[in-house]
C-alpha cells in the first residue's frame, strides 16, 4: 500500500495493484473565492498550490472516490480534468446523479460491501460536524478498503469524532486510518472535521493503528495548524502513531 497526500482531503492511494484517487481538488492556488463567515477572508482557495503536476498521476487512476461534493472534496477543475468514462464512487444516489450532470458516465454509489477488482470497498458512516451545523453540512462518508494481501485502510472523510466512528473502527479494526483534521469551522456552529481532541479519541480507539492527518491548512477556514498537533501528539504521548504529512508526502505499509 502506497499513500500520497496531495493537499487538502485529495489522495491517492494504490492497494491491492489498483490506484484510487480520493476526493479530488485540483485548481490552481487562489481560484475560489474564501468560504464565507469564517477566518481569513482576504485568501482565495485553495490557500497552497498543488505539490506537482498530477496530469499523468490522474490518467492513471483506475478510480475515484468522491465522499461528498463540496467543492474542497470534488471541484470545477476535478470536472474538467477527469476522464469522462473514469470509474467513480460516490456515497448516494443524490451525488450519483450531480456527478452524472457533470458528464460522468461510469458512476456507482458505494455500499456496505462494494467489490472493485477483489477489493472490499466498505461505506462508513460520518457526520460533518456536530448539532446544528450538521444540516448545513449535508451527508459525507468515509470508505474502508480491504483485501487479503493488504492491511486494512480506513479513510474516514470528512467527520468529527463521535460514535459513529468509534463503531466503524470497532467492526472493521483498520491498521491505518486516515482522517481530516483542521479543525475547519465557520464563525458559528462549531468544528465541521475533526480537531486535535478528536484526533486523539481516534488513537485511544485504535491504539496500535498509523493516524494521518491530511485536510490542514490548505482552505481558508482552517483553524488547527499542523505545528499545533506536532506539539499536542508530543504532549499526550501519541505522536509515535500520528504522522502529519506536509502536501506531496508518501507512505509505504
Known sequence: MDITHIRNATLIVKYAGKKFLIDPMLAEKGAYPPFPDSVRQDQNNPLVPLPT?????????????????????????????LPKDMKMFVQNAEDAAEVNNSGFQNVEVLTRDTDFHGIQLTKTAGEHGRGDILEFAGQVCGVVFKHPDEKTLYVAGDTVWYEGVQKEIDQHQPDIIIVNGGNNQFHQGG????????????????????????????????????????????????????????DGDSYSF
Open 53 to 81: 503536476s498530477l496530469d499523468q498521476k490522474i490518467k492513471d487512476v483506475d478510480a475515484v472516490i468522491v465522499t461528498h461534493l463540496h467543492l474542497d472534496h470534488f471541484d470545477d477543475a476535478a470536472k474538467k480534468a
Open 191 to 246: 468544528s465541521l472535521v475533526m480537531g486535535k481532541e478528536d484526533i486523539h479519541e481516534v488513537h485511544k480507539a485504535s491504539p496500535d493503528a498509523e493516524i494521518i492527518v491530511v485536510h490542514m491548512e490548505a482552505v481558508n477556514h482552517w483553524t488547527l495548524s499542523r505545528k499545533e498537533l506536532k506539539d499536542y501528539t508530543n504532549n499526550v504521548g501519541m505522536d509515535t502513531h500520528v504522522r502529519i504529512p506536509e
